[in-house]
DNA sequence: CAGTAAGTCTACTGTTCGGTAAGAAAGTTG
DNA sequence: CAACTTTCTTACCGAACAGTAGACTTACTG
C-alpha cells in the first residue's frame, strides 16, 4: 500500500536486519511455528534474500541461536574473567552480566533457552555448546573457589559439575522470577543468588552431608527398589 | 511384514497407548516435528484413530501433558506431604520423589521440561500449571521451614518464591548431570542439593547478604548504566 | 549513458502433514 | 445369521510453508 520504496542496503547491514528481525519472531512463535515469510515481511524485504543471505530456515536459526550465544557467553566471560579477582567477586561479576544480558536481552535468551530443544541434531548442537561454556567456567570457578577456600580438597570433577549445574540451573529459573519482578536489578538477583549458593556450595564439595535433624526420624518406610 | 491381525481393545485401553506413544514420539522429536502419522504407526493403529480418541494433535499433546504433569506432582506432593515431618524431610522426600520419576519417566519429564515453549496457548497453560504446582509446595515448604529455625521472620513472598525458583530451576538442570552420572541415585541428588540449598536459603531468607570477601576491592569500573 | 554487479522482487513448485469422509471388519446379542 | 455397536482402515483433501527460477531495479564505474 505504501508505496515503500525499499532502500538498497549493503548485505552486511541487511543480514543482521533480517537476524534480529528472525529472533524476535523466533522467541514469540518458536522455531517451527515461525514462518520465513513472516521474518522476511517484518524484516522489510522478501523471502529470497532471506534465503540468499541465511541459506535455509536452519541456517537462519543458526546464525540467530549463534549470535545470541556468542553476546552472552562474551558477556559472562568478560565480567567473570576480569583482574585478579577472587572466584567469589568473578562468579558474582558473571552471573550480574547475565542477568543484565537476559534483562535487556530478552528475545534472545528466550530464543537460547527455550527454543533449542525440538530441532534438528545440528541446531541442538549450537544451542548446547553455549550452555556448556558457561557451565565450564562456572565450573572452573567453583573448584577454583572451594580449592582456595578449603585447601586442595581432591574433589571429583562430578562435585563441582553438579554444583555448577545447580548454579547455572537456578539462575535459569530464576530469570522467569526476574519477569515477574521488573524492580528487581541484575544486582539484586546476584546478590541473593550468591547469597544462597555460595555458602551450600561449600556443603557439598566440603563432604559434610547435610544430616537430617534427629527430631523426627527419617522415613524408612521405602520397601522395594529404593 | 508380520500380518499381525490387530486384536480390537476397548477405547480406554487403546488411548492409553495412543498417549503412552505419543510421550515417547513427543519426547523424541518435539511438538511441531511429532507427526501424527508417526504416532499412529508406532501405536499400532491408524491416524484417524488417535483423532476419533483425542481430537486432534494439540489435544492428543495436552492429554500427554497432563498425565504426565499429574503423575510427577503427585509424586512429589504425596512424598512431601506425608506425616508430621520436618520442612527440611518433606522437601527431601519430594526432591527424591522428583528425581526418581525423571529417571523412570524420562520421556514423559522432557515432554513436560523441554517441549512446551513454542506452543499454542492451551498447550502452554497446562505446562505452565505443572510447574506452578510444584513450585507452590516448593514455596511453602521454604517458608515454613524458615519460620520454624529461625522464626517468624516475616518474610515477603518474594523472597520465598525467590529460594523456590533457584531450588525447582536447579533440579531441573541437575536432571541432565544426573543422566550422564547413571550411577548416582536420587538419594544421592537429593543428599546433594539439600547440602547445597538448604543452608544457603536461611542465607537469602535471613536477610543476611552475601558480603564480598574484603581481600580485592569490588570490581567499581562500571562505567554507564550497571 | 552503456556496462556491470549487487540488491530485490513476483510468482511459482513440491511436499509435508493435520484433518476427514465413508465404509469394512470384529465382536455382541437376539 | 441378522441386527447393531464399537473398533478400525483406506484413501483422500486442503492449507501452510520451505525453497526456487528468473526477471527487474538501483547504483556505481568509466
Not at 15 to 20: A, F, S, Y
Not at 156 to 170: C, K, Q, R, S, Y
Request: charged fraction near 25%; hydrophobic fraction near 45%; include cysteine.
Amino acid at each position: 500500500m505504501t508505496e515503500k520504496r525499499r532502500r538498497r542496503l549493503p548485505r552486511q547491514v541487511r543480514e543482521q536486519q533480517i537476524i534480529d528481525v528472525a529472533v524476535q519472531v523466533f522467541s514469540k512463535r518458536g522455531y517451527h511455528a515461525a514462518s520465513v515469510d513472516e521474518i522476511a515481511e517484518l524484516a522489510g524485504i522478501s523471502k529470497p534474500m532471506v534465503y540468499l543471505y541465511l541459506e535455509s530456515k536452519e541456517g537462519l536459526f543458526i546464525a540467530c541461536l549463534r549470535r545470541e550465544a556468542e553476546r552472552l557467553v562474551a558477556a559472562f566471560h568478560g565480567a567473570a574473567a576480569e583482574g585478579e579477582l577472587t572466584p567469589e567477586l568473578r562468579l558474582r561479576a558473571g552471573l550480574r552480566a547475565f542477568f543484565s544480558f537476559v534483562s535487556e536481552h530478552r528475545d534472545g535468551w528466550v530464543v537460547l533457552h527455550r527454543h533449542a530443544a525440538e530441532l534438528s541434531a545440528a541446531i541442538a548442537a549450537e544451542s548446547a555448546q553455549a550452555r556448556r561454556a558457561v557451565m565450564a567456567e562456572v565450573t572452573a570457578l567453583v573448584r577454583t573457589g572451594i580449592e582456595e577456600n578449603d585447601g586442595p580438597a581432591r574433589l571429583g570433577d562430578e562435585d563441582a559439575e553438579f554444583v555448577a549445574h545447580a548454579i547455572v540451573g537456578a539462575a535459569d529459573a530464576l530469570t522467569d522470577w526476574m519477569a515477574d519482578h521488573p524492580a528487581e536489578s541484575p544486582e539484586g538477583m546476584t546478590r541473593r543468588l550468591m547469597n544462597m549458593v555460595w555458602v551450600g556450595m561449600r556443603n557439598v564439595l566440603g563432604g559434610e552431608t547435610w544430616t537430617p535433624p534427629p527430631p523426627t526420624p527419617p522415613p524408612d518406610t521405602s520397601p522395594g527398589k529404593g
